[in-house]
């Protein structure tokens, strides 16, 4: 009698432990406190940007299907391509319905690759839905990117992707190249931050190849070099861009250099005034005029003069603790490999891990810290995560330490952005994943933050665009700048009185 009496028992202890472990799941996760987390906390990021891609999937396909497709340079990219393919290296010959060709090498042969997969361009709807692909593997660097530095919370980023209308137009909608180049610069920005410097120099030099607006981030980048490989690497690293952009323009090169120089890389190209985005307001004379050419130019060397030491101060500040960080992940996986295999949970004190820190590593620390707290609301976000999910692990998100790097690049972009002659309404790619990151980096309000997004996309869903639209776009450039200086300003003065407190604390041992 013993063996049955069992066996009717133990579909009800089965049952009762699913049930307990559905209503464990139902109390963690269904719940306001984890959808505050969601929302709220940037280390919650790489969960919500599945679903942020799963909707960008849908919401693409719908684009795709229900509006209608505008032709506005696929056609000209196709011809000038189609010349290319019939023979023609001479880049003064290569035209399309909208000019001459005036891109590099690495844009022809990609848009040539297109052509064929497209059936000479003509499957317009197999190319949307590629460059569907391309927006949702963007983004998925973007976020990428972002969920490391755990800079800015979820639902701003949210609110940002599903409310562009302009940049979906522009990836689906016109199949410009512009995101074809922002694709590989971002790339490069993730193999940079993971420390694959030849790789990433070779997807930034082919972005340079689609398209020469990268070269924007180019002064943040060498610095970035140097601050990580010092000068005789460096050198190699500029090599191996100078080599790609070499093999890339051979066939043009070796016959017709000159001609392939001008149109390419042609700097003083001059732009129609009925397309731009940002000088509305000015007369055409005024827009056209050389000497308004090169005081813009100017302003933007000034600058990015200006910049020049916290981005530094930045870089340096990064390579430090990405050294603490090669240091210390070694004890620290040995530590909770040890915890592992005693099965007991134990509380590491992080003073006994920060005495292993020199002095000058903890001064780093502290003033990181402190910027980090300042610049995102650390009490917020320590708030709104779950409370000792692991409490017999430890560990350091060293990642977070990226926001060392990724402001001073997007920085740089913008600068560049905000000083350019013309602004085409495709144009508004360039930056705008960098967005609200930059906003974030302001010591302004959640609310002038999100004004400030909402003016800019506005002003870019501005078409044609106006006088007002144009002097907004200014006007919110210059308060974006202002605010990530005076960011800027504090974190470098907290980075030095943490020093100074530190050497105090020095002096008063000895």
């Known amino acids: 009698m013993a063996p049955p009496k069992a066996a009717s028992h133990r579909p009800a202890v089965r049952r009762k432990k699913s049930a307990t472990l559905v209503d464990s799941i139902l109390d963690k996760y269904l719940n306001v406190r984890f959808f505050k987390y969601l929302l709220l906390?940037?280390?919650?990021?790489?969960?919500?940007?599945?679903?942020?891609?799963?909707?960008?999937l849908v919401i693409n396909v719908v684009v795709i299907q229900r509006v209608p497709y505008t032709e506005i340079d696929w056609v000209a990219y196709m011809q000038e391509c189609?010349?290319?393919?019939?023979?023609?290296?001479?880049?003064?010959l290569l035209r399309g319905d909208t000019g001459p060709l005036v891109y590099p090498a690495a844009f022809v042969y990609i848009y040539s690759a297109l052509y064929y997969v497209t059936s000479h361009g003509t499957n317009v709807r197999l190319a949307q839905y590629i460059f569907a692909g391309i927006y949702l593997l963007q983004l998925a660097l973007v976020l990428r990117l972002y969920a490391k530095s755990r800079k800015v919370p979820p639902y701003v980023l949210v609110l940002s992707a599903f409310t562009s209308y302009r940049i979906h137009s522009i990836y689906v909608l016109r199949l410009f190249n512009d995101p074809v180049a922002v694709l590989l610069l971002y790339a490069a920005l993730n193999l940079f931050l993971d420390r694959r410097w030849s790789l990433g120099s070779t997807f930034f030099s082919?972005?340079?190849?689609?398209?020469?607006?990268?070269?924007?981030?180019?002064?943040?980048?060498?610095?970035?070099?140097?601050a990580n490989l010092g000068l005789m690497r460096t050198i190699l690293q500029l090599a191996v861009c100078g080599v790609i952009q070499l093999l890339l323009g051979a066939p043009f090169l070796l016959t017709y250099p000159v001609e392939y120089l001008r149109g390419s890389f042609?700097?003083?190209?001059?732009?129609?005034?009925?397309w731009t985005v940002n000088y509305r307001f000015l007369s055409r004379d005024l827009f056209e005029n050389r000497s308004f050419h090169v005081s813009l130019l100017g302003l933007h060397l000034l600058l990015l003069l200006a910049f020049a030491k916290p981005t530094w101060t930045f870089f340096q500040s990064y390579v430090r603790l990405r050294r603490i960080e090669d240091q210390l992940q070694p004890q620290i996986a040995q530590q909770n490999l040890e915890l592992k295999a005693q099965?007991?949970?134990?509380?590491?004190?992080?003073?006994?891990?920060?005495?292993?820190?020199?002095?000058?590593?903890?001064?780093?620390?502290?003033?990181?810290?402190?910027s980090l707290q300042k610049a995102s609301g650390g009490k917020a976000?320590?708030?709104?995560?779950?409370?000792?999910?692991?409490?017999?692990?430890?560990?350091?998100?060293?990642?977070r330490c990226?926001?060392?790097?990724?402001?001073?690049?997007?920085?740089?972009?913008?600068?560049?952005?905000?000083c350019s002659r013309s602004l085409h309404y495709q144009f508004y790619v360039w930056y705008f994943h960098s967005l609200p990151y930059l906003a974030w980096s302001t010591p302004y309000s959640l609310g002038v933050r999100c004004l400030i997004l909402g003016l800019i996309e506005y002003c870019w869903n501005t078409y044609p665009s106006t006088n007002f639209?144009?002097?907004?776009?200014?006007?919110?450039?210059?308060?974006?700048?202002?605010?990530?200086?005076?960011?800027?300003?504090?974190?470098?003065?907290?980075?030095?009185?943490?020093?100074?407190?530190?050497q105090d604390q020095q002096k008063k041992l000895q």
């Not at 042609?266 to 129609?272: A, H, K, N, Q, S």
């Not at 949970?345 to 620390?365: A, G, W």
């Open 206 to 226: 082919l972005a340079v190849g689609v398209k020469m607006n990268i070269l924007l981030f180019a002064p943040a980048l060498l610095l970035f070099y140097l």
């Open 41 to 56: 906390e940037p280390a919650a990021l790489p969960i919500v940007g599945l679903f942020v891609l799963l909707a960008e």
């Open 381 to 399: 976000a320590a708030a709104a995560a779950p409370a000792q999910s692991e409490p017999e692990r430890y560990g350091i998100h060293f990642d």
């Open 402 to 418: 990226t926001q060392l790097a990724l402001l001073p690049f997007f920085l740089c972009n913008l600068v560049g952005v905000a």
């Open 469 to 502: 639209s144009s002097a907004a776009l200014h006007l919110t450039h210059v308060v974006l700048l202002a605010g990530v200086a005076k960011q800027l300003v504090q974190t470098m003065r907290i980075n030095k009185a943490a020093k100074k407190e530190q």
């Open 82 to 92: 189609e010349g290319f393919l019939n023979g023609t290296t001479n880049y003064s």
């Open 343 to 370: 099965k007991k949970p134990k509380k590491v004190e992080k003073d006994k891990d920060q005495n292993k820190f020199t002095p000058e590593q903890q001064s780093f620390l502290k003033s990181f810290e402190k």
């Open 266 to 274: 042609d700097l003083g190209r001059i732009f129609e005034h009925k």
